[in-house]
């Protein structure tokens, strides 16, 4: 496991944020995180993360497919290049709330993101989920 990667959460939830940062420091990564997709892309160039997590519905329904595309398939090319090799989950209820059902079948372009992982988890399987993904950078 990489013990010292840079985890990014982007979240409006703070007590689950708080309580995802509880765990992953616990297993000694460096934690950061934002509320909102505004504030994730202010600060993800500074946080300089070796993994993203970001909640799908947050400031409204698509926000976190905003923050998803303009790090993918943003106007900025170097930025999308970058952002390509880092990756992605994105973590979401929202199966729970609308009963749309999200996943890599939809297909890279429509959604350029690594895995989904739906909420409530448990927080072993967080932890495996990006300990599988930060091995294959």
């Known amino acids: 496991m990489d013990k010292k990667a840079r985890i990014y959460m982007v979240d409006d939830d703070t007590y689950l944020v708080q309580v995802v940062q509880w765990v992953f420091e616990a297993e000694g990564y460096e934690f950061f995180s934002a509320h909102c997709a505004k504030d994730a892309l202010e600060n993800v160039d ?27 398939n943003g106007e900025d090319a170097a930025r999308n290049a970058r952002y390509a090799k880092v990756p992605i989950l994105m973590f979401t209820s929202i199966q729970q709330r609308t009963k ?26 967080l932890l495996e989920k990006v300990a599988e993904l930060l091995s294959k950078r």
């Not at 939809?106 to 448990?122: S, W, Y």
Request: hydrophobic content about 50%; aromatic content about 6%.
């Open 100 to 125: 749309m059902k999200f996943s890599q079948d939809a297909g890279t372009a429509l959604l350029p993101t690594d895995a989904f992982v739906e909420k409530p988890v448990q927080p072993k399987l």
């Open 46 to 72: 500074k946080v300089n993360p070796d993994l993203i997590i970001l909640d799908v519905m947050m400031e409204d329904v698509v926000a976190g497919f905003r923050v998803l595309n303009a790090l993918r």
